[in-house]
């Protein structure tokens, strides 16, 4: 039997339904879910996402049979539809539309009115009795083909049309007749002929060909490559194409019934606050792209349910069965064509974090759901955007005007007016605000640049606030008051400020607000729905969430947002602050151990001091203090002017600096003489530390506190370098200990980080009280990646596909994830009460997370403000993979 | 029941044998042998080396059981000798000695004469017949005694010798009589009061227990320490004590029989040319450690056939009985006290290279081994010797003198007067030779860094002899016609020419000639027993050697020594050539890709004639090259002078020059922009080497040679980087191919030399056709070190035994060694036909070639002179470990 690459939908019947998103793409899937549970779809089908990545891998070629299934499919459209393909008489005109797995809203291409052609064309005119109508649709598709299947420049099209308004004196396109519509039609035709050599296509069967072939080529266009890279989507899940009938929002009014058409797009719950209202906008007699376009700025869906009360009856019904049948936020789009509701697309809808925060909490409350479906239904990945400062109601920075909230949160930047502005500037590290009419595809780099974007025109639904949303980017849109003057490169606002390229300024998302030059900020707080829900995810997840915190107030922060413990506190950090750093130029310098002993005396309080603040701030938590890990020279000036000035703060000869810098200096400083191996060369400098944190920790018991230290000791590749310096560790630990009189709970342990000591963890186990893993390290030495140099090639990379992901944010799972799991397994193996969690970068990262989950860590450890990401991921990660 | 520490030997029996050598040590484990085949051995016992790794685990303590079992073995000991310790009348008198697994010589403590006190004297006194000998050895003991168990420093003995001469007006020791040497005991044991605060020890027992704890003591002296990191000794052996009945070889003429004493040792074959000759030395009344010390220079072992026939045909039979049962060649100890032979010590006697290949080869002519013993016989490491360059025989270079031939080979170096200066002039690259009169075990240091040794005083048995052998350093010994002035740092020849410091010699340790300047060399060659050797090794080895050759030349010697196809070739040394550098840095700089391809196009050329060379070389041979590895900045000039040169030379702003040179440096070059990173940034450049390659290839096989091309792509860590730039070359090299229209066998493979690539070898098999694993890069990154710096710890983690030894030289089996494991399994599992490899350092490692033979790789390849080391090493690998 042939595999089957077509599937119908329509009438009351569909081959496909939901689950098959991955087969049928997340459109395909979702119109013959709408037709099974009896929603008005026009007919259609849907050919596979496995057809367009044979179509890759078989030198762009179709398989055998699938010519036969469309023409298939066809017919059932026609039965349906009552319509027939290049019938003179009752043409059936279809889209061809893109439908990958998850939305990539605006990327790909599309073409419509397909099946006009000279014999068709009187069908249609009979139809709509519209002459003017079935040309404009006309020259709309050959304008439409031209462009994406055989590349002919959108402007030439234009131009034709330019022309003939001049000709005609006119100014708008709405006042072109039919005859200049049909003239325009021999124009296009002609243009075509002269551009590709080939004669417009008759054959609807053969525009429909090149029409589903264009919608593949579109997958691998450079700005869906660069939406797919930005948003983490596999370049080969490749996308599913449909093919539907045309309804038409432009049809204008029914000669007989005098009901009337247009188009429109509805979320059913607010997609930036997450409150239960419907909430879209329409167009009357206009196309669909018309609304997304932002070119007309549409009405709001409440006005339907005046100027058309039975079509709006008919959608908050559609809206109420969308919702209890998905048990999810939907996002729809609509046609009306002549008084008729056609539903043409349901899929989850995009929404800010704070908004999917909301819905998921009210969803349980309305009973939608459960909490376990709950916490799944937030983003842990998005939540950054409500960990993110927001404008303090009381700055006095100044209102400049209010467009549409259309992307919540606050952004601070300086102007730019062009998306290849905003992405040069944010490479020499601006941070910049995006200020364009209206944005379109194109732009989806610049925007990801920006801090965040305004636009004077288009909706709440238009390109610009559709993508911000999906960024979580602060976006104003629609900010009609105010004039952009791109020659100039600045904007006008209503009370005559202009703000020129490079001017600060402040958007609130939130609010709609733009405000003249950087306005005070307010750290974000763990409260509302957001709190609810991460409760929720407390109450299911099993994985611990700990934080990376060198100070006492990255401490505090951390726990209000929920860390249980420090897992990693640097010391050297510490090292670095003003007073000290010359100190620990002292201590590097020394070129005996009692020199060097006597400035590790002075550094000994010090260091003391840092560790009650932070013991003090976790109490009851335990805290992972980490002994000093880089090399000795990253504390030594290295410009010939800073040698001087340390040369006569120390009473040294400049050449005696000088030498002392070169002796350390490093080919190779990542793979050098820092972590573990200091401590065995200069055991003094680690018995300092841990004199500092013990007497810390007694100090607090002492004043009656529950002090939980830990010691960790970086770098480890072998198990003799933690035999020796956990001896070490020890003996100071216990002296300080018993001469304070005190008990104290405390462990001794190490970060698996180098290839080698997952290997051989085993035996590490056996001396250790607990892993860290370190994947940061553990990435750059597993893949031979130097993270400071893998910039050069790493891009290139991920470009041609050779990595998924950047494996220093996402954990690679497939080679450094084999790793985790060896010392996972061999160091559990060796000692079933071994203490197993991880610090870095990737214990923030939700996919990573779930990694970690899996394999059998007792902890992750991030930065404070993802603490709630990673509590999420991991509530998510049990209810995936429960343990 | 107690577990058994002490072996006794004596009589006929012993309670150990030669199979107990990890238990006993060699000198003891061979002791008791020597008992139990019949030879002459004074009874005595020995303390296993489980005490001493006991001692040192369990803070210094002896084990319960220990003293019960020492003071039984005495009990037999007495039995046997017929006398007893302590007993006033016929005193028993004990020496105390170390004994390693493997042999040590002079690096750790021995305390001879032991158990006499002021009771004892008078009963040694009465048997000897000879006051001034009993206390002399008495002052003897208390000295050794002093300066070994309590540290007291030898000098300050002697200081009170030099008192007594001077009083007595006399210049030798010889000339003091016995109530001298009385005198001198009494002083002897102030001084030690003086220096210990206590009285010198009247219990034998307690001296006993002393000396033992002092050998203990010596096994973590520095001198040891430092011989263990030299041979390779793992510090955790521990060493053996061999307590045994004092012979007296200076006990002089028996007043009845007047048969004399004296003291030798012998070899059972020349160990320094491998003849089958009686080999010794030995000196009439004297004791052991004379001849050793090389203090008086002894008399060859052929005068004692005159001296003492019946003695010299006793050793004669002893001899030929050795060999006989330990088939194997002997190094011998022995004392004739008043006509009575004792033997002392036999051993497996060190030998040259050149020596242990003619015995091994000799010993299967004479049907005492086959030919899998000859090849396990000779220690591949040592076969170095006989691959470095000889002394031109031709050479015009002036002969100053003519020495003992201790050590063969040459060496050529700049003169220095001692150890330290040898160390450290070797630490700032000199080449040196030391000179002088004698060496000591303190000298080792001094002896490793040097080219060579010469001395003017001592035999073939001295020091320096037995230790340059050891080291295979060239040696010429007892150079007595030359005289070393240290004050002045010169030596002055016979036809008085004056060497100062820094002067140059050669040394020819094969003649014992010393030359003026430097000597012509010449290259060695694979002939005689070595050849046979060598050929018998590949009779029996199932491992292919392959060599690492950038050059034709390279290729040929190594095909001369046996090399099976080329490893590695690689492909950057031929871009640093004077002529082509400019052209490389053209490339490099070029800002387009069309550019680029015109400097590329003029590299093509040269590139080719390269291959052609080396494929030519190794006709019928698989020749591996890989594809450019290293950061392209290396190709750079760094300095202000050459960057502005260059700038020049390239027509370009010297501005221009330094913003390429800044924007390709790296932080960690290791782990930076390089390997197959370059080839899929700028694949233009493989492509050109690929077609260099093909077009070589194409061209020989045009001229009928059969040439078999391996192109290997470096520093694969993802199966996407394989794929991508497989296909590259495959395409390039199938155009040559067929626009030659040659039929050409040829393999695209990678090196295997990132961690992950390891992991994921099962999925990179599949677009291999071979791996080559680099084990250098393994090791970089499976460790974290980096080579150009682990300098700065590694002394110390040898040192410290937290590794046994550098992991760049010797595979680390435990940790990277699984890695290599799992690249074999998993790439052999996916595709069982995989051709397998290492290529760089550790393939010419004799321990590591018998891993890689193990875990079961077809070839190793190595640097060409090390290919004869890696052929014998893999015949061993092949009879330890059949596969």
Known sequence: MTQKYVYFFGGKKAEGKAEMRNLLGGKGANLAEMVNIGIPVPAGFTITTEVCIGYYDNNKQWPAGLEGQIKEAIGKVEAVMGSKFGDPKNPLLLSVRSGARVSMPGMMDTVLNLGLNDTTIKGLTEISGDERFAYDSYRRFIQMYGDVVRGVDHDFFEEIIEAKKKEKGVELDTELDANDWKDVVVKFKALYKEKTGDDFPEDPFEQLKGSINAVFESWYNPRAIRYRELNDIPHNWGTAVNVQTMVFGNMGVHPATGKGSGTGVAFTRDPATGENVFYGEYLMNAQGEDVVAGIRTPLPISSLEEEMPEIYEELEAIRHKLEEHYREMQDVEFTIQRGKLYMLQTRSGKRTAGAAVRIAVEMVKEGLIDKETAITRVDPAQLDQLLHPTIDPNTKA????????????????RVVYSAQDAEAWRARGEHVVLVRTETSPDDIGGMDAAQGILTTRGGMTSHAAVVARGMGKPCVAGLESAQIRYQDKTITFEDGTV???????????TTGEVLLDKADLIEPELTGDFAIIEEWADSIRTLKIRTNADTPHDAEVARNFGAEGIGLCRTEHMFFAPDRIGVVQQMILADNVETRKKALAKLLPMQKGDFVGILKAMQG???TIRLLDPPLHEFLPHTDKDIEALAQAMGLSKKAVEEKVDSLREMNPMLGHRGCRLGITYPEIYDMQVQAVFEAACELVKQGLNVI???MIPLIGTVKELEILRKNAVKVAEDVISKAGVKLEYHVGTMIEIPRACLLADKI???ADFFSFGTNDLTQMGFGYSRDDAGKFLAAYLKEGILEKDPFQTLDQEGIGQLVELGVDRGRKAKPELGLGVCGEHGGDPA?????????LDYVSCSPYRVPIARLAAAQAQVKFPR
Do not use: C, Q
């Open 398 to 413: 100044k209102v400049l005007g209010t467009g549409l909230p259309a992307s919540p949160g606050a952004a601070v930047g």
């Open 499 to 509: 703000a020129k390229e490079g001017d600060w300024l402040t958007l609130n998302g």
């Open 621 to 623: 938590l335990p805290v």
């Open 709 to 711: 230290p830990e010691v």
């Open 765 to 767: 186990a056996k001396v």
């Open 848 to 856: 990573s997370v779930v990694f970690f989950h899996r394999v059998g």
